[in-house]
């Protein structure tokens, strides 16, 4: 069963007399455990569609599946003109157990330091990640992805000390936190000098090897496309074959 199934998913965005199709009418699926691309140019859709598939953007028309669930189900997507306040309330619910998200501008908590950066999603409403661990292996699961990421010594670092390299480095850990299946990556790398970028790339293929982690990641370059195992090409909204 794959992890994550899109049949025949669209994106419309109507402004007042013209219509964008921002994904058009998309079909993929990804496996557990790869290491996929989202690869296209500026405004191809490659950030609504990391956004569908995690939740945070709902498509105008289509089928999502996400482990095996069919999020949209009974759902006349093409009709619905608000999100329902039920949909929205499982749609985070599923965001926090199945999803964790990078950014291209790292989006960290400028008060909190790395350790309180990483924690953060477990202090987030009902976590079942965080409910599962005592306090002692809640911390050493943090240092664990602290360690992981390469930034034992700035623990106590605010975001401002850091630099980019080091900013998506806890940007990756406060991803994996929750133990979510899979990560999405939009951009990860576009604000980091090109040796910055490598080893971003190069840290994501480590965790998806040694802790199995689904990642997508979308990116204009193609020298990063060339690290996955598995591209997807989107322009103007649509999948290329
Ligand atoms: N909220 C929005 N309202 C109107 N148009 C949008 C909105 N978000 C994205 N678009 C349009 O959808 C297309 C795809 O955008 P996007 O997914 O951001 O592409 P990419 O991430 O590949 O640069 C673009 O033409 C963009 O202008
Ligand atoms: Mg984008």
Redesign the pocket.
């Known amino acids: 069963m794959p992890l994550i199934e899109l049949k025949n998913v669209s994106?419309i965005?109507q402004?007042d007399s013209v219509q964008?199709?921002?994904?058009d009418q998309a079909s993929f699926s990804i496996e557990q455990g790869e290491f996929a691309a989202i690869s296209?140019?500026?405004?191809?859709?490659?950030?609504?569609?990391?956004?569908i598939i995690g939740l945070i953007d709902v498509p105008t028309d289509g089928t999502v599946i996400l482990n095996g669930l069919d999020i949209y189900k009974g759902i006349d997507l093409p009709k619905m003109k608000h999100i329902p306040l039920g949909l929205d309330s499982r749609l985070t619910d599923l965001r926090r157990n199945l999803i964790g998200f990078v950014f291209q501008t790292f989006n960290l908590v400028p008060v909190l330091n790395v350790y309180e950066n990483v924690e953060m999603p477990l202090t987030l409403g009902d976590s079942p990640a965080a409910d599962n661990m005592n306090r002692k292996e809640r911390s050493e699961w943090l240092d664990f992805l602290i360690e992981t990421v390469g930034l034992t010594e700035w623990k106590k670092h605010k975001p401002s000390e850091l630099s980019g390299g080091q900013r998506q480095r806890v940007a990756i850990a406060r991803a994996l936190v929750t133990k979510c299946p899979v990560i999405l990556a939009?951009?990860p790398t576009a604000n980091l000098d090109s040796k910055n970028g490598d080893q971003i790339l190069e840290l994501m293929q480590k965790l998806n090897r040694e802790l199995k982690t689904t990642f997508v990641f979308?990116t204009?370059d193609q020298k990063i496309v060339n690290m996955a195992s598995r591209v997807i090409h989107?322009s103007d909204?649509r999948v290329l074959d």
């Open positions: 994106k965005y402004l964008v199709k921002a994904v296209g140019p500026s405004g191809s859709g490659k950030s609504t569609l990391l956004n939009d951009e979308s204009h989107i909204g």
